[in-house]
């Protein structure tokens, strides 16, 4: 199948954060969708390999901001870009510290809320957790990010230069080298070979 | 919690179509996710009401045409503003009958997938649908079309008038009535009191 169809569909962008043992900590992701109207519940989609992931897994607890679009790439380098394991991505971030005991930033939010997992799938490279929502409020009220303006407007433009090699698409990694592993992963964003493109 | 929040969540928009005994039928939806890159899975969610989710409930089978932004107003009114149960949906449409049997609309598509279901949940007033992919093409390769697109730029305006009572936000419905009651849900696009707002 032509793998430029699925990039065909919509998403927003989102800071997906959790707490536990004291520890704080966020990522990126893009598949937040209300499933439900009656009663109310979301689902996200969450990377196995983020540490976010693990920590949603064994709490059941999670907050999703909505970014909007006055959202910095530097934003999306901080909570994407590196992992929680790390580093703490919250140092130096304003922050709000909701009901269920995790943070929210709370620069270029257009509004956020909790969740409490309901179920749990694995689903190979991901978990689908269905939740409840706990309640939340608007923050900046501002148009919310896409993923496609992200790729539009809040992403740098690549370079132009001497490097050869593969691109990721994502987060505009470059590895260097002449054939990419199909099974590579991307160091920063942790996107795979499907999402890096040949650059000369 | 303020439902303004939910709001700002972002959406694609998609004619989700199914095929049963030799009947073709289609709504829109706005809830397709991929939630695994390995192996490439995507949910759809459904509201029971429709008469799609129950044919994709007894056969496992459906296509996802993702809606581009040329798309008109009254491809919504098709699909999604009457049953199926009711009309032929598909009657004067330019379509493609894929490899599965079941029908997708050509014309104002950006690409179309199609999708077998894995499993499927129940959420009260939606399902959730996961399913495998089994191919798909690119049609215009339009740029997709977002439901805050829609809301902005397809949906006709309201008009003013001297009509008093409660409107659809979604459709544009209009009950006329002092009081509009909770499990009120609109005829034409079977959206519930809380997408209604007072008009005076």
Chains 1, 2 share one sequence.
């Not at 990522?27 to 209300?34: E, G, H, L």
């Not at 994502?170 to 992963?185: A, Q, T």
Request: net charge neutral.
């Amino acid at each position: 199948m032509d793998s430029r169809i699925m990039h065909q569909l919509t998403y927003g962008l989102f800071v997906l954060s959790a707490a536990e043992n004291g520890k704080d900590n966020g990522c990126i992701i893009n598949t937040v969708t209300q499933v439900s109207a009656a009663p109310a519940h979301v689902t996200i989609s969450v990377c196995k390999q983020n540490y976010t992931h693990d920590m949603i897994a064994r709490t059941g607890r999670f907050n999703v901001a909505i970014l909007d679009i006055t959202a910095p790439f530097d934003l999306f380098q901080r909570f994407g870009f590196q992992s929680g394991r790390d580093a703490d991505k919250f140092a130096g971030v304003e922050t709000i510290r909701t009901a269920n005991g995790i943070l929210i930033p709370t620069e270029h939010v257009n509004a956020w809320f909790s969740g409490k997992v309901l179920q749990a799938w694995e689903l190979g490279s991901h978990s689908l957790f269905l939740a409840d929502i706990e309640g939340g409020e608007i923050m900046s009220g501002k148009e919310p990010a896409t993923y496609a303006f992200y790729h539009k407007n809040i992403k740098p433009r690549p370079q132009a230069g001497k490097r050869k090699g593969w691109r990721c698409k994502i987060c505009g990694y470059v590895y260097e080298g002449e054939e990419l592993p199909p099974d590579y992963v991307c160091p920063l964003c942790k996107h795979g070979a499907s999402d890096f493109e040949r650059i000369e």
